[in-house]
């Protein structure tokens, strides 16, 4: 297997939302969790996207991590490899994507690497540097309040440089849409200035195109989904990659029970689950308890047990920002988040051991968790629910046939939920 790009996400959402993406531009796809072993057969692919839990972890390890992953898909042919970080450049001045893009830019030998979070389709754009959340500022956005990466700066310039150590330079828009040369020009400039890494606006998918193409003049590159799309679409147009490529994922239905299990506390879920309300059971459950111990974990699997027959059922630990700040003040916001994500690993686990084979997850950091705990390897990527979020049908998987949603926690319609259910049969 020679891959045409090799990819690394920093959690499992965004592994799902590129792998969605570069399926949908033509490459066959797989998503790993975690850098596979040899004894895992996966298909001849265009494109793996290596699943780590590395976006919030200490940074020497998301460093590690990083570099095991770069090595096995270099291993597999792949000249150009992706470190795909969240569309909203979820990290903290400590942290982690700057030290991981320093870690693999010196491994690739790349004098400048260029980054962008751009994504038009899902309202992420990058304007004289500055990101935007739909009309607004990043940091007017709702992920000011991010529980564990809060964004209190839109500039991404000065976002970057805080945690690189290397000097971040800026490719603006008025070079990006003079096309490809120009901005080869521009990088060629600022690397002959000792800049090692470039912030590139975009505005537009044409935009992404621009990027894709020179990216690949490298061997990394850095940034959300978007720049996947200009990348996969650079690929096939310079004939590394066969366009048309049909979905990996099989028809055959898995059937069974469903659930949903919902831990991101963005304003996107928190009206999703809202809306679920009216189409199945939904249990609330207290996160003061969940920390105090594993009595919520059983409360949750009793009450699932009582209602998983009659249809589908979600159970969800999110709560507001302000209930979540409260949370961390009690009991610290490391301690709480890792309470949290591991009672809603447990509550998965069960769920699995009763039966369910249909899960949808909304939530990084919560995906992250019952994935690890379920044990899963790998995923083919299947039919997208919506911008950003495929089926996927786990590969290697000890429970056997099983399909299941990863969401980030912005990500999604109104009724996300029930659409994800409708199409995982």
């Given at each position: 297997?020679?891959?045409?790009?090799?990819?690394?996400?920093?959690?499992?959402?965004?592994?799902?939302?590129?792998?969605?993406?570069?399926?949908?531009?033509?490459?066959?796809?797989?998503?790993?969790?975690?850098?596979?072993?040899?004894?895992?057969?996966?298909?001849?692919?265009?494109?793996?996207?290596?699943?780590?839990?590395?976006?919030?972890?200490?940074?020497?390890?998301?460093?590690?991590?990083?570099?095991?992953?770069?090595?096995?898909?270099?291993?597999?042919?792949?000249?150009?490899?992706?470190?795909?970080?969240?569309?909203?450049?979820?990290?903290?001045?400590?942290?982690?994507?700057?030290?991981?893009?320093?870690?693999?830019?010196?491994?690739?030998?790349?004098?400048?690497?260029?980054?962008?979070?751009?994504?038009?389709?899902?309202?992420?754009?990058?304007?004289?540097?500055?990101?935007?959340?739909?009309?607004?500022?990043?940091?007017?956005?709702?992920?000011?309040?991010?529980?564990?990466?809060?964004?209190?700066?839109?500039?991404?310039?000065?976002?970057?440089?805080?945690?690189?150590?290397?000097?971040?330079?800026?490719?603006?828009?008025?070079?990006?849409?003079?096309?490809?040369?120009?901005?080869?020009?521009?990088?060629?400039?600022?690397?002959?200035?000792?800049?090692?890494?470039?912030?590139?606006?975009?505005?537009?998918?044409?935009?992404?195109?621009?990027i894709g193409e020179v990216a690949l003049d490298q061997r990394l590159s850095v940034g959300a989904s978007g720049i996947g799309l200009g990348l996969a679409r650079a690929l096939v147009a310079a004939g590394k990659a066969k366009a048309g490529a049909s979905s990996a994922l099989s028809e055959s239905p898995v059937g069974g029970p469903a659930a949903c299990l919902a831990g991101s506390c963005s304003q996107a879920t928190?009206?999703?689950?809202?809306?679920?309300?009216?189409?199945?059971?939904?249990?609330?459950?207290?996160?003061?308890?969940?920390?105090?111990?594993?009595?919520?974990?059983?409360?949750?699997?009793?009450?699932?047990?009582?209602?998983?027959?009659?249809?589908?059922?979600?159970?969800?630990?999110?709560?507001?920002?302000?209930?979540?700040?409260?949370?961390?003040?009690?009991?610290?916001?490391?301690?709480?988040?890792?309470?949290?994500?591991?009672?809603?690993?447990?509550?998965?686990?069960?769920?699995?051991?009763?039966?369910?084979?249909?899960?949808?997850?909304?939530?990084?950091?919560?995906?992250?968790?019952?994935?690890?705990?379920?044990?899963?390897?790998?995923?083919?990527?299947?039919?997208?629910?919506?911008?950003?979020?495929?089926?996927?049908?786990?590969?290697?998987?000890?429970?056997?046939?099983?399909?299941?949603?990863?969401?980030?926690?912005?990500?999604?319609?109104?009724?996300?939920?029930?659409?994800?259910?409708?199409?995982?049969?």
């Amino acid at each position: 297997m020679k891959l045409a790009l090799g990819c690394i996400a920093d959690d499992y959402t965004g592994a799902s939302d590129l792998a969605n993406t570069l399926t949908r531009a033509g490459l066959r796809t797989v998503q790993t969790i975690g850098v596979p072993s040899e004894e895992l057969d996966l298909p001849d692919v265009d494109a793996v996207v290596v699943s780590l839990k590395s976006r919030s972890i200490e940074a020497g390890l998301a460093v590690s991590r990083s570099r095991a992953a770069d090595k096995w898909l270099r291993g597999r042919g792949a000249d150009h490899v992706l470190f795909k970080i969240c569309s909203t450049f979820d990290s903290t001045d400590a942290g982690n994507i700057g030290p991981v893009m320093d870690a693999l830019r010196a491994d690739s030998g790349d004098t400048i690497v260029l980054v962008t979070p751009a994504f038009p389709e899902t309202g992420r754009t990058v304007y004289q540097g500055n990101l935007f959340v739909g009309s607004v500022p990043l940091n007017e956005s709702p992920l000011k309040d991010h529980p564990l990466n809060p964004m209190h700066d839109s500039n991404l310039v000065r976002v970057l440089a805080r945690q690189s150590k290397t000097e971040v330079g800026l490719v603006g828009l008025a070079t990006v849409v003079r096309g490809p040369e120009a901005v080869r020009a521009r990088l060629a400039d600022l690397s002959d200035k000792g800049v090692g890494a470039a912030i590139v606006d975009a505005v537009f998918d044409r935009d992404l195109e621009t990027i894709g193409e020179v990216a690949l003049d490298q061997r990394l590159s850095v940034g959300a989904s978007g720049i996947g799309l200009g990348l996969a679409r650079a690929l096939v147009a310079a004939g590394k990659a066969k366009a048309g490529a049909s979905s990996a994922l099989s028809e055959s239905p898995v059937g069974g029970p469903a659930a949903c299990l919902a831990g991101s506390c963005s304003q996107a879920t928190l009206q999703q689950i809202a809306n679920a309300e009216t189409d199945m059971a939904v249990l609330h459950l207290d996160p003061e308890q969940i920390v105090a111990g594993k009595g919520e974990v059983r409360r949750a699997l009793g009450w699932a047990a009582q209602r998983i027959t009659e249809g589908p059922i979600l159970i969800a630990s999110s709560s507001t920002p302000d209930q979540v700040a409260a949370l961390q003040s009690r009991h610290g916001r490391d301690a709480a988040g890792h309470a949290i994500e591991q009672a809603m690993a447990d509550v998965a686990e069960g769920l699995v051991q009763s039966g369910v084979r249909r899960l949808v997850i909304a939530g990084g950091e919560t995906s992250g968790a019952v994935v690890d705990r379920l044990g899963i390897p790998g995923f083919l990527v299947g039919a997208e629910i919506a911008a950003g979020v495929p089926v996927l049908r786990a590969v290697g998987a000890k429970e056997g046939e099983m399909v299941l949603a990863l969401k980030s926690g912005n990500f999604g319609g109104p009724r996300f939920f029930s659409d994800a259910l409708d199409l995982m049969r």
